[in-house]
């Protein structure tokens, strides 16, 4: 088996911008049907919000592979490592780490993922699963761990006060993007914030990502959303989740219906 191209990778390098949509059904079919749209970049996998194990993600990373669709996966901050190295060795190309309060985060998260030798110094050693049987001892494995795509959340206020810091770190460490997590940052104040207060942190965190060059990403629920977040610098979207517009879709076609009987 030939070391997949990581074609997220491949686009982050070439300056390009990247559009992902997130799933939380713990279901092969949906990374399939994504990836038979050909219009979006990867897909994330919101581990943090759904049950998964270790057969399951090499069962996601394989339908993700036939629509030659790269995933992401989200994990919860507990026991992190350990399913971000699982899942790369299932077939996963990126990982977003939540919860980032520090520098000293960034290095955990990233010695996670980047190979353990010299020339990267991470705690990554050989994982004889799906990505390494072309041969662990070649460089095509060391260069896999290498191409993950890694993302880091700032979502805390501890976060936003040592922003500087992160991402001086982050960069060094070439990190190779920052999410915003409104929610959790309002949760991490104590007390019920106010919208202008998020969105000036949130357009803080943008622009100083973009000051370091660590590309900024951004979750939206609507195309509508994006040309605010354009006109900031954003170049890299993650949009819809698919337990919501199932949703969505269900209620729009019951209470469509439901009014023509109504009226009948």
Known sequence: MAVLANTLREKLDAGKPTIGTHFLFNDPDIPEIIGDTG???YAEYVAEYSTFDMRLL??????GQCGGL??????????????AQAALGAGFKAVLFTDIRSAEDVRRVHEAVRPDNPQRQGRMGVKTRRPALAGY?????AEDLNSVVTVIMIEKKVAVDDIDAILETARELEIDMTQWGPSDFGFSLGRPPEVDEIRANEELVIRKSLEYGVAPRIEI?????AQRYID??????CIGWDRFMLQAGYAALGSGLGALLEDA
């Open 70 to 83: 790269p995933l992401m996966i989200k994990l919860d901050q507990a026991n992190e490592t350990f399913w």
């Open 39 to 41: 219009v979006f970049d």
């Open 137 to 141: 001892q070649s460089a095509g494995y």
């Open 232 to 237: 900031l610098g954003v170049r890299h979207f």
């Open 58 to 63: 090499y069962h996601l990373a394989r339908a």
């Open 221 to 225: 629920g609507a195309v509508e959303q």
